[in-house]
């Protein structure tokens, strides 16, 4: 490090200091928020320290939900939120990797063709071809249900990109190395690739579990069954409610009870995050 | 495009393992882009019982029409806002951070977690802490003598969505802009300083130019990510209110197809936004290619 | 135990590149083959080929007087022992060597009792337990040859085993490898680009240059009478002088007069230039000492002919008294000159008559 002038490290405590209030400053309202009574919220502003309810309020929507919004209780759609969630990271992990070996390790007719196929995936959020997917779950009858939920969302260019990358990284000795031990394709694939792979495929997991747990408009498309509504999707349903008839502290215990999940796995996986991260995007 | 120098034999097996990502792709993404490609040729009337072929007709339509139009400037302008915001904010905690030694996996771990709040639940944090009736910053800013309302202001609810859309984006430039700078060599900045540059100097001259990979990565990204995945922040807030002044193509996509139930506009503003994601992903492409090759 | 019969082996690539030229060879049982040459000269390829690892494109490999062309590597009772090691990082050294012998179906006793005589002859035991990445390039360097001792195969195939390992441990191991192959006696094909490392170690060496053979001999046969210009040049170190002959034919005293025709070029060996006029015939040339290099037990001089710009490289013993820019005379017999013809760059006496004594 070139010079370290005492007040210049001050200030950049400072400036961080003031970031990291910033970034947490909303979720710290939302806690507040989700402690207070009923009543608070009439009063004008938002107290700023926590009230006393909390147990109440998070039993209150744990169990019973916001019925007048027309929201089920937040404990089942946070199992909804992670069935979800595990079968779109286990669904998108499982065939990406299969697709990805299939790629770097045979020659075969078409396989160019294919690759494009897949990877247009990469260009097609679902986002921008709302009703026409919509359509085609429809008339397979998976609306609400799990597989709707989960299927539709697994292709991923992404992941089979990443593994792609990484198999061409590994040594072409070692394949050469179990093909002189007698190791056929999906013995190589299942002794040597898949214990090789384990770090990308936990610090994809990160990634994708998070994709998964915070999809919101295709659970809100495909979803009008209550018993399948996830959390994220949930919150909006109680939020609109909310407005004409301030629940505020039983939504923002929602609101921190759907939060919570995806920010503990950053938190206790941050290596995993940052590399799932990085090496996706590049 | 490469294999390994040596291959498995196998006739059915390759194609067997493709199977399932391939007819995944098949039913979910490229047989719906199709429709959506045909039906943008398509008008139906009002009860759906005839559909007549009126070629280009609906995107001609879609481009007179002032809704879509202003949409389009919406859209430009909260992509703007928000990667403009998003990106500066995450520069100066990167560039800060990247001076701590012992604090540096503290500071990061406190700044990296909203990567995993939903666009969505950001959305209605955000709203609650604007809300104007109990919201802690209308409170403080009509102290200040401003009467804050997104329910009326278009600029406001403008403001609120592109605070909520990069607010949660912090995350993801800060840790790219992090990785960017420490792959800087420190001789060179040390270099630098022996040629007398002042810390700030060094900033602008040496550390921001080698940093422009990532800059240009991250525009990209960041263009892309307000365009298409703030729809939770729009559809959890403002609903592209008030008076159409938040709303964005994605979230107008949504809202005359599904709700609208206008099947040939939507099928076209799909289209249309396709062509943009594609536009965008080449240019990412062309990017990730130069990075390679340098 | 087996033979390896090469019989007009031929490797082309998609893009019509031909890296193997049509090479016949025939190693014997029990034999160990170094096959020898610059990067690129096709001798990877060729052992690859063997190992099938890459496809023939035309001609015959035999193993064992049995056609393999069409078999998969592991069908072909070789193992091989890669540059780079080619351990499985997430497996045990015991489970990297166990490998191979459990996809053959070996029962658990008989996986261990080879395992462990492997590693005790290779003095790795204490490691068994271990991970590759625990492990020192000299231990895994060892590990690999473990790997393809437990398989006791018909034939090992080495792919430049040592050329990762720093200097020291390089002459170690070449011992090692040498002693362990004149125990098992399992015949063996070496590639390695090291022309010290070639001699050192083969029964037999294949010079191999552009994808065919340039010379197959044993080391001594191969040092004592290059068959061309190209095996002169590679193999011996200082390499080889090459001297026009109408150069010496100035200086020479009648003795030249004798050569093959068609000679115009003759190498020196650095060695064969001495300082001291022998009995035998010989002739004299005058250089300018350039660089004096004192190595130790040996010197090497390089000069300048006189009366030419041709550089030249004098290895002698000790270290003799002259000084930088001395002119000084050099001696060498006419035994010691190998002829040549430039343009087909080959020998032009018989390179099968025995060397004179």
Known sequence: ?282 | MQTKRMTFPGRWLPYALLAPQVIVTLIFFIWPAAQALYQSLLREDAFGLNTTFVGLENFARLFADPYYLNALSVTAIFALGTTLLSMSMALLLAVTVNRMLRSRNAYTTLLVWPYAIAPAIAGVLWWFIFNPSIGIVPYLLEMLGYRWNHRTSGADAMALVIIAAAWKQIAYNFLFFLAGLQSIPQSLIEAAAIDGASPFKRFWTIVFPLLSPTTFFLMVVNVVYAMFDTFGVIHATTQGGPSQATNILVYKVYADGFVGMNLGSSAAQSVVLMTIVIALTVVQFRYIERRVNY | ?357
């Open chain 3, 1 to 357: 135990m087996a033979s390896i019969k090469l019989a007009g082996l031929k490797k082309t690539y998609a893009g019509g590149v031909q890296a193997v030229k049509g090479i016949d060879l025939a190693v014997a049982d029990g034999e160990f083959v170094v096959l020898v040459g610059p990067s690129g000269c096709g001798k990877s390829t060729l052992l690859r080929m063997v190992a099938g690892l890459e496809t023939i494109s035309e001609g015959q490999l035999e193993i064992g007087g049995r056609r393999v062309n069409e078999l998969e590597p592991a069908q072909r009772d070789i193992a091989m022992v890669f540059q780079n090691y080619a351990l499985y990082p997430h497996m045990t050294v015991f489970d990297n060597l166990a490998y191979g012998l459990k996809n053959r179906g070996f029962k658990g006793d008989e996986i261990r009792r080879r395992v462990e005589e492997a590693a005790r002859m290779l003095e790795i035991e204490a490691f068994l337990p271990r991970k590759p990445r625990q492990l020192s390039g000299g231990q895994r360097q060892r590990v690999a040859m473990g790997r393809a001792l437990v398989r006791e195969p018909a034939a090992f195939l080495f792919d430049e085993p040592l050329s990762n390992l720093d200097a020291k441990l390089r002459v170690q191991m070449r011992v090692e490898i040498k002693q362990l192959q004149r125990r098992l006696k399992t015949t063996s094909l070496y590639v390695t680009h090291d022309q010290l490392e070639a001699m050192t170690l083969g029964d037999r060496l294949v010079v191999l240059n552009g994808g065919r053979i340039e010379q197959v001999g044993t080391p001594m046969e191969i040092y004592a009478r290059p068959a061309t210009l190209f095996v002169a040049t590679f193999i011996g170190s200082p390499a080889m002088n090459l001297v026009p002959l109408a150069y010496l034919r100035e200086r020479g005293n009648g003795l030249l007069g004798d050569l093959p025709e068609g000679t115009d070029l003759i190498g020196i060996r650095p060695d064969d230039l001495r300082l001291e006029a022998p009995e035998a015939p010989h002739l004299m040339v005058e250089a300018t000492l350039e660089l004096f290099e004192a190595a130790g037990a040996e010197s090497h001089l390089y000069v300048r002919l006189a009366g030419s710009d041709q550089p030249t490289v004098i290895r002698t013993a000790g270290q003799p008294p002259v000084a930088e820019g001395e002119m000084l005379r050099f001696y060498v017999t006419r035994d010691a000159l190998h002829p040549f013809h430039r343009e087909s760059g080959r020998r032009t006496d018989d390179p099968n008559r025995q060397a004179a004594a």
């Open chain 1, 1 to 282: 490090m070139v010079e370290h002038r005492p007040w210049s490290h001050l200030v950049a405590h400072l400036i961080l200091i003031a970031g990291v209030a910033l970034v947490l400053f909303p979720v710290y309202i939302a806690i507040v928020a989700s402690t207070q009574g009923p009543g608070e919220f009439l009063r004008g502003t938002l107290p700023l320290v926590p009230g006393g309810h909390a147990l109440e309020n998070y039993r209150a929507m744990w169990e019973s939900g916001l019925s007048r919004a027309g929201a089920p209780p937040a404990g089942q759609m946070l199992v909804n939120s992670l069935v979800m969630a595990l079968a779109i990271t286990v669904g998108k992990l499982s065939i990406s990797l299969l697709s990805a070996f299939a790629i770097v390790y045979f020659r075969f007719p078409f396989r160019l063709f294919f690759f494009w196929v897949i990877f247009v995936t990469l260009m097609l959020p679902v986002e921008v071809r709302i009703i026409p997917t919509f359509q085609v779950v429809a008339d397979l009858g998976m609306l609400n249900s799990f597989a709707g939920l989960s299927i539709p969302l697994i292709a991923s260019a992404t992941a089979t990109f990443l593994f792609r990358q990484f198999f061409m990284t590994v040594p072409e000795e070692l394949l050469e190395a179990a093909r002189v031990d007698g190791a056929g394709p999906l013995k190589f694939f299942k002794d040597i690739l898949l214990p090789l792979s384990v770090t990308n495929i936990a610090a994809l997991f990160v990634i994708m579990f998070i994709y998964g747990w915070n999809q919101y408009l295709w659970p809100l498309l495909i979803t009008t069954d209550p018993d399948y509504y996830t959390i994220v999707m949930g919150i909006q349903r109680m939020t609109t409610a909310a407005d004409g008839d301030p629940q505020w502290h039983l939504v923002m215990a929602a609101v921190v009870m759907a939060a919570l999940p995806p920010v503990l796995v950053i938190l206790f996986m941050q290596r995993l995050f940052v590399k799932g991260l990085t090496e996706t995007e590049k």
